[in-house]
Nanobody, 124 residues
Framework: QLQLEESGGGLVQAGGSLRLSCAASGSISEIVAQVWYRQAAGKQRELVAS???????HLVDFVKGRFTVSRDNAASTLYLQMNSLKPEDTGNYYCTADIPHPKNPLPESRLRYWGRGTQVIVSS
């Protein structure tokens, strides 16, 4: 089992910065990948950034150059540093963590855990 809790959201003016945190507890050592998603009101959820256990990061094009994803292993916390925020970055941000299925090692069988999200509002 794994528990995730996001924090750090809030209201910020366009051009400002926020750092989101995702604290993990439980089967932390089993995490193989973590992802930040966001969902704006009335829109589909979209992937923002990911970080694998070996340190490989991925950022989608619309946040490249503005967001960075990192992890503090000692604190079991995933971060999303968001700079130069735009109104279109407004939404609920969720973190996930994938762990291997106990009976099936295939990547597509991994178990994904979700946090409850943290709200980001960027005013123009």
């Amino acid at each position: 089992q794994l528990q995730l809790e996001e924090s750090g959201g809030g209201l910020v003016q366009a051009g400002g910065s926020l750092r989101l945190s995702c604290a993990a507890s439980g089967s932390i050592s089993e995490i193989v990948a973590q992802v930040w998603y966001r969902q704006a009101a009335g829109k589909q959820r979209e992937l923002v950034a990911s970080l694998t256990k070996d340190g490989t990061t991925h950022l989608v094009d619309f946040v490249k150059g503005r967001f960075t994803v990192s992890r503090d292993n000692a604190a079991s916390t995933l971060y999303l540093q968001m700079n130069s925020l735009k109104p279109e970055d407004t939404g609920n941000y969720y973190c996930t963590a994938d762990i291997p299925h106990p009976k099936n090692p295939l990547p597509e069988s991994r178990l994904r855990y979700w946090g409850r999200g943290t709200q980001v509002i960027v005013s123009s």
